[in-house]
């Protein structure tokens, strides 16, 4: 498997223009983790989902920030309007839930998108 | 809320030597997972180890080991025979049992000497 997969790796954007990141999970995890690391923050947990429903999104900053699962194999983060304090590392992360045994439900990340909002 | 610390920013590592990573977290919960995580300058999460809360016994991965110390509520990491790919950041993890929610420490630089 070629693990999960993000794109793009480098987002380079202007204040007030709209970003859409991409996610496609490890192929038969039912979990999907959208993470964002900053200097000030560390990194966060912004949404999961959970066979493509949203399940804690309590993380999200605020309303400019919307995330979407509509299959099973593919999610987005959206941005809109983007601001300078969006600029973050923004990680992916898929587990499966369902192995038997399983129980810690390894995450496994992808790569990161760098979001550079000038 | 589950709380993760990390309280040493930076460390440094002779290569060969053992170098041991702090991680103390807040939890009333009796069952949870702990992990680190190693983020070289690729960027890529890499799961290192982890912990059930449940286990007595330290978990160990080849040159990875933790001290487990659940009273304490302390978890550290000691990295032996420490060779220049470790250099990274470590990240300490906590996972509640009854959650999917990872809650992260701020991270510890690990440099590797020559």
């Known amino acids: 498997d070629a693990g999960v997969i993000q794109s793009p790796r480098h987002e380079v954007t202007e204040m007030g223009q709209e970003v859409t990141l991409r996610c496609k999970p490890i192929s038969g995890h039912d979990y999907l983790f959208w993470y964002r690391q900053t200097m000030m923050r560390g990194l966060e947990l912004l949404i999961y989902?959970?066979?493509?429903?949203?399940?804690?999104d309590s993380g999200m900053p605020e309303d400019r920030f919307s995330a979407k699962m509509p299959n099973a194999s593919f999610s987005t983060l959206k941005i809109q309007p983007s601001e300078p304090r969006d600029s973050a590392v923004y990680f992916c992360?898929?587990?499966?839930?369902?192995?038997?045994?399983?129980?810690?439900?390894?995450?496994?990340f992808g790569p990161g998108t760098r979001l550079t909002v000038l | 809320a589950q709380t993760v610390t990390q309280s040493q920013p930076e460390m440094s590592v002779q290569e060969a030597e053992t170098v041991t990573l702090s991680c103390t977290y807040d939890t009333s919960e009796s069952d949870y997972y702990l992990f680190w995580y190693k983020q070289p300058p690729s960027r890529q999460m890499i799961l290192v180890i982890r912990q059930e809360a449940y286990k007595q016994q330290n978990a160990t991965e080849n040159r990875f080991s933790v001290n487990f110390q659940k009273a304490a509520k302390s978890f550290s990491l000691k990295i032996s025979d420490s060779q220049l790919g470790d250099a990274a950041m470590y990240f300490c993890?906590?996972?509640?049992?009854?959650?999917?929610?990872?809650?992260f420490g701020a991270g510890t630089i690990l440099r590797v000497k020559s």
């Open positions: 992360a898929s587990s499966d839930g369902t192995s038997g045994g399983a129980t810690y439900n390894e995450q496994f």
């Open positions: 993890a906590y996972r509640s049992a009854r959650g999917n929610k990872l809650v």
């Open positions: 989902f959970n066979n493509n429903v949203p399940i804690d």
